[in-house]
């Protein structure tokens, strides 16, 4: 059985007439055991292949060996099945017509799957709704399957109104859980991020075909070593107070703010998906009537909880103080954790403006993201800015843009930007 | 008291257990898993909002923190003897304390005040109260019956008194630590008509009767005493800068605890008040406290020290507040003493804390 605990990080103390605490609460999860295998109910996988026209004899080769790979990552008994996606999605496996359309993995059907992958062909376009939409049909065949996930690769795209794949996204959102990959320079990070945003998955870029079977195979081990189905974060504010944002702030920035469901009138349950033996951290920031000096109250209990079961518990506190040495101090958590939301604002504020051609402001939100990367001492994003732009001076945030820059490079630096570092040791 | 040194920084143990907080100094682990809840069970409702309060300490419904049994208490030993002791607002812990006791028409106040910049002044105060009051229980002596020889009894038994207060307050401490604590005392005990009290540090006795002029019974151990000794009013120089230090008290360190004893005859209807400063802070004249005990609207003493405490937190509650009253003269209409003995019976969610234990 998997254990969680909880440690808040927070400077308590709030001056006279204070009003807004916020703290960082680390949740960390051990002996999460394997997905499928914790006795809580079976687990499953699909994986979504684009087999739109766009894709190539070398990417369609490069993108079934990745297929395969993922298919040989699956821990036998875990129902899974493929899609081959384009205009319209196919059942690539298993091939039953009717009733339940995921099967257990075992030798057999490995061998099945890896045969069927190798006979999917390119053709057509790209249109994505689709292929969630099967996605969710095929879950809902094997009621037995508690955990589901699904994996996808795509290189274009979409064909698609935005509002036809936002409704899809919606009728996934608290369903299923969705990595995506995207491979070569033709999809757009921006579409794909929120699917992976709406779907509690992971979005990044494969710059080259021969990076993708090893991609697929760390993504499917990962999924597999979540052995916790599904869990809440719950958060208790008291009567009359406001929760001005709850984020998920380490490994990814992931504001859950609007996500919210009521479990009762003072507490909210906000959806972390599935864990592994991991630990994610949460900046949480509340707003109360401030009180007189000396008093102290309870400003958030945030827990983790499974179902009902609440399985622990951080507290969050508020007491007020004259003593401007104690009220006057940031946690350094907290604000190592608000300078990388405002890192990962400014990469894709200043990308977008790039992408606008509006040179003045890309540059001035890069040059900011260049100074957040060093004073957090997020090293990734740097050595990413660095291939968008030309650094004069790092400290003041002095940048120019790159004459040329490679789009993947972009999209690298696009898809890295919600990552975040932890206080540095 | 001695001004107040900043409150206490928050412990910061985090560092050995989570390599993180090595380079995050302020960044303390507030809730650790297996951490002990703050309360016990059986946890009166909110004092707020009349909400429950939850295992780890704090109100389901409002978030306030659930007062320890050591941050505020009450004592009612007889229907016209009672006590409250509160944190106040701007401390963090109750470092007063006080011990009160009845027998027949008999009564014992004793109020001590913990030094607040010193380690574990709330266990010093409440040790130090409680034997105070054990040395105070039985009548004091008559000595050979002339007014001399009785004086010289009575100073005996309240430097007694102070003495075993003193050593409870030692016994509280380890050898080596930096900041022992310390505290006041004052000990008022009514015998018939005759008041006999006695003060180490700035706690106070008054007697105020229903009618006519009161007075302060104590002489303050303090920088502010010296200089009202020196002529300076007592307004000015109890709001001078080193007006709460003070010059006698209780611990390891105090150079003397021979407390300074006397006595005075009631002669009509009035109340015998034991209180700290966070009282007087807010009414330290006569006349202040006599307006204030009209303005409680009631002749019962529980209820009047509610009010006093009530009135000295909405004037700042600057510092922790105790007040033990004792009716004198003439005892209110309704109340008739029937037991012969009570001892300090409790009012309240709140019982007397006991051994500090609880405190924290």
Known sequence: MADFSAAVYQNEFLPDGGTDVHAIVTIECSGAGTAGQTGSGAAGEIIIIDTSGSMGQSAMAAAKHAAQAAVNEIVDGTYFAVISGNGAAFLAYPLVNSGPAMVPMSDATRAEAIDAISRLRSGGGTEISTWLDMAGVLFTSVPQVIQRHAILLTDGENNEPDQVLDEAIARATGYYQCDCRGVGVDWKVEEIRRIAQALLGTVDIIPSEAQMAAEFEAMMQKSMARGVADAQLRVWTPQGAQILFVRQVSPTVEDLTSRRTAVNDLTGAYPTGAWADESRDYHVAIRLAAKDVGQEQLAARVQLAIGEEVKAQGLVKAKWSDDSELTTRIDQQVAHYTGQTELAEAIQEGLAAKAAGNEELATTKLGRAVQLAKETGNDEATSKLRKVVDIDDEDAGTVRLKKSVEKADEMALDTASTKTTRVRK | ?360
């Open chain 2, 1 to 360: 008291m001695t001004p107040d040194a900043p409150a206490a920084t928050p412990t910061l143990t985090a560092s050995e257990a989570n390599p993180l907080d090595e380079v995050s100094p302020i960044s303390a682990v507030t809730v650790r898993p297996g951490d002990r809840p703050a309360v016990e069970a059986d946890r009166a409702p909110c004092l707020q909002c009349g909400g429950v309060v939850d295992d780890d300490g704090y109100c389901t419904q409002c978030g306030t923190k659930a007062p320890s049994p050591r941050d505020h208490f009450e004592e009612q030993p007889a229907p016209w003897v009672a006590g409250v002791c509160d944190r106040g607002i701007r401390h963090t812990r109750n470092e007063d304390a006080m011990a009160l006791a009845v027998d027949g028409e008999r009564a014992v106040l004793v109020v001590c005040d913990g030094v607040s910049n010193c380690v574990d002044s709330d266990v010093a105060s409440l040790a130090a109260a409680k034997a105070a009051l054990d040395v105070l229980r039985p009548p004091l002596p008559k000595g050979l019956g002339v007014p001399e020889s009785v004086a010289a009894a009575v100073t005996k038994v309240f430097t007694d008194a102070a003495a075993a207060g003193n050593k409870a307050v030692l016994e509280t401490v380890h050898d080596d630590v930096p900041n022992p604590p310390s505290c006041t005392f004052v000990a008022a005990v009514l015998e018939g008509t005759t008041v006999h009290y006695c003060g180490i540090g700035d706690s106070r006795v008054y007697l105020l009767p229903d009618a006519g002029g009161g007075q302060i019974l104590t002489v303050d151990d303090s920088m502010a005493q010296v200089l009202i000794m020196g002529g300076t009013p007592r307004a000015e120089a109890e709001a001078s800068k080193q007006a709460h230090s003070i010059t006698k008290w209780l611990g390891k360190d105090s150079p003397d605890v021979v407390p300074r004893v006397g006595q005075v005859e009631v002669t009509g209807p009035g109340w015998l008040l034991a209180c700290s400063d966070g009282l007087w802070n807010y009414a330290s004249e006569p006349d202040a406290l006599q307006a204030q005990l009209q303005a409680a609207g009631s002749s019962e003493p529980h209820a009047i020290a509610t009010h006093l405490v009530a009135f000295a937190n909405k004037s700042g509650g600057q510092d922790n507040i105790t007040v033990a009253l004792a009716r004198v003269g003439q005892r209110p209409v309704e109340e008739v003493s029937t037991s012969s003995t009570s001892d300090s019976s409790t009012v309240g969610n709140n019982a007397a804390p006991d051994g500090g234990e609880s405190h924290g």
